[in-house]
Structures are given as structure tokens and as C-alpha cells.
């Protein structure tokens, strides 16, 4: 991730917290022990057990760097309760097209698309914040179409 001042709701914080925890603790402690096991195989050179659980060990060490540097940049995010307006952590609901759709506004370290949380730098992510019930608001995407959406409820 590009960006180095990362948004992150409350949520999204202690979520990647529990994922630092497990990989410091359990994972590792998991890959070592496949890496003295696949020692034990004999010559490393052509072992392919130990290769695997080598790189599975680096991709760890990366994903514990990776979050240990956005919770340290992190700016966490309070979503106002008694706000009427869409802001960083607030779930909406839209209406494209005859159809309603439900998304959590979130900072882009916590997207993830396929639980419908989205980020606040993606299109639809901007064209929502700052927008109260009812308005209409168009995202522009990447490749220039429109998506026209009816805001038809929002909760903190």
C-alpha cells in the first residue's frame, strides 16, 4: 500500500491487532516447526518441504511488517454517532438502479470488497462521504462510467 497515513475505524484496528497476535505466536511458531521438520529430511538443497515452509516464512515476516507499519501510522477513526452525513466507518445503503446495495465506508488498509466494505479513497467510497439520506450521488470509476446511486439509509 502506497499511502503512509493509513485511516482505520476501531474495528479495523483491533482485527489487524488479533492477526499480528496470530501470526507472531501461533503461525510462526507453526512454520518453524516445518522447518526443523523438513530439516530433519535430510540434504536442503532439493527439499522440497523446506523451501515451502521457507517461503511461507518470509511471506509471514513480510504481512507482520506490512501490519506492524499501518497500526504505527494508523490514524484511527471515530464515526460520529449523531452525524447525518456519511463519514469513515458508517454503513450505507444505496439504491443503484432499482437495486439496493450495502456498504461499510472504511480506510483502505480494512477494505474488502467481497463483505462489502469498501474503502474511502475507492470511487464510490468518495462519492458517498459527506452525503446525507436522499441525495443522489454519481461515482466516476477508473475507466470513465458513471454509477448512479440514491442514498437510502445510513447508520454508525
Do not use: C, W
Not at 100 to 122: K, L, Y
Not at 132 to 144: D, F, H, N, R, S
Amino acid at each position: 500500500m502506497a499511502e503512509s497515513n493509513y485511516i482505520l475505524t476501531k474495528e479495523g484496528r483491533e482485527k489487524l491487532e488479533e492477526e499480528l497476535h496470530y501470526l507472531e505466536t501461533e503461525k510462526r511458531a507453526e512454520i518453524g516447526e516445518r522447518i526443523k521438520v523438513a530439516r530433519e529430511f535430510g540434504d536442503i538443497s532439493e527439499n522440497s518441504e523446506y523451501d515451502d515452509a521457507k517461503n511461507e516464512q518470509g511471506m509471514v515476516e513480510a504481512r507482520i511488517a506490512e501490519i506492524t507499519r499501518i497500526l504505527s501510522e494508523a490514524t484511527v477513526v471515530t464515526t460520529p454517532k449523531r452525524s447525518s452525513k456519511v463519514n469513515v466507518g458508517s454503513t450505507v445503503t444505496v439504491d443503484m438502479g432499482g437495486k439496493e446495495r450495502t456498504f461499510t465506508i472504511v480506510g483502505a488498509a480494512e477494505s474488502d470488497t467481497s463483505t462489502g466494505r469498501i474503502s474511502n479513497e475507492s470511487p464510490v467510497g468518495q462519492a458517498l462521504l459527506g452525503h446525507k439520506k436522499g441525495a443522489e450521488v454519481v461515482a466516476v470509476g477508473p475507466t470513465g462510467r458513471e454509477t448512479k446511486m440514491k442514498i437510502v439509509k445510513i447508520e454508525h
